[in-house]
């Protein structure tokens, strides 16, 4: 089947510093299939924070980067300086074929605390 | 801009009661999810419709039935609601079916059966 891990359940970077958020996926119903970072900020629904659809490529958004990288199966997130407005807890996801239709797997979620 | 909306936003009720949760998009999308999220695992699809009156079996169904009335209205319904149905519950809508469209989400329902 399809699979997508996110090995830590909870960060905690001070103001300023680097992050990355490990995501590792695996999939038999298709080749190359589409990764996602998705975002839920307290009290609201995920919405899409980038995504990539060809392996090789890199995604950007908000200053946050990913790099799909098929010989290893990953796709971290990371980010070179973060602030206290991006504690959220972020999903990594990937988007396949089962049984005939595309489907949305995603990980456990990453909680990130940006502490000032 | 995608507004997906759920209620309640809280919701208790205890073992073998009839629980019912409300989405509600305004984005004219064709297809709505309902997903659960408990600690430890990721959203697993519970079910999916491409329209009204159209219903699609997800990846863990047992338990949960669901309606689409309208294009913009999705229910989900727990007829005899147990523990193990507490969790977090998000509603999503997306305009089209496929592994590169983005999907909309509510802000969630956290049930709690007791």
């Known amino acids: 089947g399809d699979s997508v891990t996110q090995t830590e359940g909870q960060v905690t970077v001070s103001e300023s510093k680097s992050l990355i958020i490990n995501c590792t996926y695996s999939?038999?119903?298709?080749?190359?299939?589409?990764l996602f970072w998705y975002v839920r900020y307290p009290g609201e629904g995920l919405q899409l924070l980038l995504k990539?659809?060809?392996?090789?490529q890199k995604g950007s958004s908000r200053g946050f980067e990913a790099t799909y990288n098929k010989e290893t199966t990953s796709f971290h997130l990371q980010k070179a300086s973060v602030q206290e407005s991006d504690s959220a807890v972020y999903y990594c996801?990937?988007?396949?074929?089962?049984?005939?239709?595309?489907?949305?797997?995603f990980g456990s979620g990453t909680q990130l605390t940006v502490m000032p | 801009e995608a507004a997906v909306t759920q209620s309640p936003r809280n919701k208790v009720t205890v073992t073998g009661g009839n629980v019912t949760l409300s989405c509600r998009q305004t984005?004219?999308?064709?297809?709505m999810y309902w997903y659960r999220q408990d600690t430890g695992h990721g959203l697993r699809l519970i079910h999916y419709?491409?329209?009204?009156?159209?219903?699609q079996i997800g990846d863990v169904p047992d338990g949960y039935k669901a309606t689409r009335t309208t294009q913009e209205d999705f229910f989900l319904l727990l007829e005899l609601a147990s523990p193990s149905q507490t969790s977090l519950y998000f509603c999503?809508?997306?305009?089209?079916?496929?592994?590169?469209?983005?999907?909309?989400f509510g802000p969630g329902t956290r049930l709690t059966v007791l």
């Open positions: 990539v659809i060809t392996a090789g």
């Open positions: 984005n004219s999308h064709n297809y």
């Open positions: 996801a990937l988007g396949a074929a089962s049984s005939g239709s595309w489907q949305l797997i």
């Open positions: 419709s491409y329209g009204a009156g159209n219903l």
């Open positions: 999503a809508s997306s305009d089209a079916w496929g592994g590169s469209y983005e999907q909309y």
């Open positions: 999939t038999t119903s298709i080749a190359y299939p589409n």
